[in-house]
Structure formats: C-alpha cells, structure tokens
C-alpha cells in the first residue's frame, strides 16, 4: 500500500502541476492579452496625439494667412487714410486761397458800389460813370463767373 499512496500522491503531484502549468500558460495568456491591448491603446493615444498636432499646425497655418490677409488690410487702409488726409489738406489750402480771392473780390465790388465812388474814368473813347451801369466793367458778365482753381496752381 505504501507504493499505492506514494502512486497516488505521484499522480496528485502531476495533476497540481499540470494544473499549475495550466494556470501559468492561463497568466501568461492574459499577460500577452493585456500587453497587446497597452499597446494598441498606447498606439491609438499616439495617433490622437498626432491628429490633434496636425489640426494645431493646420489651424495654425490657417490664422497665419488670416493674420497676413488682416496686415494687408490695415497698409491698405492706412495708406488711403494718408491719401484722403493729404487730399484734405490741399482742398483746405484751395479753399483758403479761394476764400481770400473771393473776400478780395467782394471788398472790391463793395468799394465800387459804395455811393461816394461816383467818379469818372478816362478811356481812349469816352468816360464812362462808375455809378451806373451802361459799360461799366465791374458789371460784365465775367465778374459772376466762377473761379476756377486746380492743385498745380498750389506749391507745397
């Protein structure tokens, strides 16, 4: 009897081995599933990654070229703002000189219609009355003609 225990006790011996074995291959099998499973998470983590370091690059390139768009914006505007300023300043000096003519030329009219401006002027042909207004110069057409002024006549 005592080999029969000791047969025994041999076959309980390779069945918890076996068993053990077992469980070891079962481990080992969930080591290897958890292994492939960090590994594709950590690849799918690295290709989140990426995408979203692309769509930054792509965003980025994006506002570069809306930044571009809005400092081309801004000369051109700036530039026509230093052309109507300039525009504005030479119209500013027209009209002060046209101003002053236009003064110059109302203190005239006024001196000559004043009443005691009745006085005569001699010419080749006859003399002719200031007072009145048969072939009186100041009274012709072209004194209510307008002045006519351009910014070459201007030096600046």
Known sequence: MASSSKAASGSTQ????????????????????????????????????????DDLMAQLGQLRNENNHILTNVNVTTQLHVNIE????????????????????????????????????????????NGGDFLNPWNLMYVHQPIMASADMFMY
């Open 86 to 129: 300039a525009e504005n300043s030479v119209l500013r000096a027209q009209m002060a000189e046209l101003t002053h003519r236009l003064d110059s030329l109302n203190e005239i009219i006024n001196s000559l219609n004043s009443p005691n401006n009745d006085q005569f002027y001699e010419t080749e042909d006859a003399q002719i009355f």
């Open 14 to 53: 390779l069945h918890n081995s076996g068993s053990e074995d077992d469980l070891q291959q079962t481990m080992d099998q969930r080591k290897r599933k958890r292994m492939i499973s960090n590994r594709e998470s950590a690849r799918r983590s690295r290709m989140r990654k990426q995408k979203h370091l």
